[in-house]
């Protein structure tokens, strides 16, 4: 018996779920997957190649790499298009920051060496850093990840850069919202421990499928009492903290660190693990 045995645990995420799911089964945990997103690959996407074009049309100054599964997917999208190396070379000429590890071994496998990196893997530090550099009049190209970001592109823009914004995946409501639905239902019920969230966007959408529920006030006062929820890191736990809910995060915002985090919360510490 593993030391969540009895518990149940509700998780959102997409990607990596399987290893999220494996991992936490293995700990005798009951897990309710009920995605609230799915990542969709845009290799064929017009706006991803004339974004591409715009960054291969001139010198770039400054890089930002927010994601190392964006930057990978834009790359791979150029290759498809015969731009690969060309585009390379324009991104390793540039003065790259990356918003933590994962984007930062991201560009190192492809030669790119980073000028900085977020200590704190948000892009407020990622975008934050970038105004302190004297950006007028110079072009940034900002690789995003699943949605927009115009609170910070446009601040560069107002600081008077040039930016080219890369979007080589865009997040979109999955095409079976059941599990979502029935795990906002489960909460209501008393029937989830915790909730377990990895990106801002899975955390955001169900708690609009709560409010669509037509009892938003009392699942949210459910979160941080009796569910616990468990957030990969400060950006994850946004939606929430927006309303107050308190969350708890593990020191690295790893998976793995996430599972470790759940089970000394909610775990038996006398089960065999």
């Given amino acids: 018996m593993g030391e969540l045995a009895g518990v149940t645990i509700g998780i959102t995420a997409e990607r990596r779920a399987a290893e999220f799911i494996e991992a936490l089964e293995r700990k005798?945990?009951?897990v309710r997957h009920a995605p609230t997103l799915r990542i969709v690959p845009l290799p064929g996407d017009e706006r991803l190649k004339a974004a591409t074009g715009d960054v291969l049309s001139a010198e770039v100054d400054l890089l930002a790499v927010t994601t190392?599964?964006?930057?990978?997917?834009?790359?791979?999208?150029?290759?498809?298009?015969?731009?690969?190396?060309?585009?390379?070379?324009r991104l390793a000429a540039a003065r790259v920051l990356v918003r933590g590890p994962k984007a930062k071994g991201a560009v190192r496998a492809r030669g790119i060496t980073e000028y900085w990196s977020a200590e704190s893997e948000t892009n407020r530090e990622l975008f934050a850093r970038l105004l302190?550099?004297?950006?007028?009049?110079?072009?940034?190209?900002?690789?995003?990840?699943?949605?927009?970001?115009?609170?910070y592109t446009g601040a560069l823009r107002e600081a008077g850069a040039t930016v080219v914004e890369v979007q080589p995946y865009r997040w979109e409501?999955?095409?079976?919202?059941?599990?979502?639905?029935?795990?906002?239902?489960?909460?209501l019920a008393g029937e989830v421990r915790a909730l377990a969230f990895t990106s801002a966007p899975a955390t955001a959408n169900l708690l609009t499928l709560a409010r669509e529920s037509g009892r938003f006030g009392e699942f949210l006062a459910r979160l941080g009492t009796s569910?616990?929820?468990?957030?990969?890191?400060?950006?994850t736990a946004g939606p929430l903290a927006e309303l107050g809910v308190p969350t708890v995060q593990p020191e690295r915002q790893r998976l793995g660190a996430?599972?470790?985090?759940?089970?000394?919360?909610?775990?038996?510490?006398?089960?065999?693990?």
């Fill in 28 to 30: 005798g945990a009951t």
């Fill in 68 to 89: 190392g599964a964006g930057f990978r997917g834009w790359l791979d999208a150029a290759r498809e298009w015969g731009s690969e190396p060309r585009l390379l070379e």
């Fill in 132 to 151: 302190d550099e004297d950006i007028a009049g110079r072009r940034i190209a900002v690789q995003l990840h699943g949605q927009p970001l115009p609170e």
């Fill in 173 to 187: 409501w999955p095409s079976d919202l059941a599990p979502a639905r029935e795990l906002v239902a489960g909460v």
């Fill in 227 to 235: 569910v616990l929820c468990a957030c990969v890191g400060p950006v």
């Fill in 258 to 273: 996430l599972v470790k985090l759940l089970a000394a919360e909610l775990g038996d510490p006398t089960a065999t693990p």
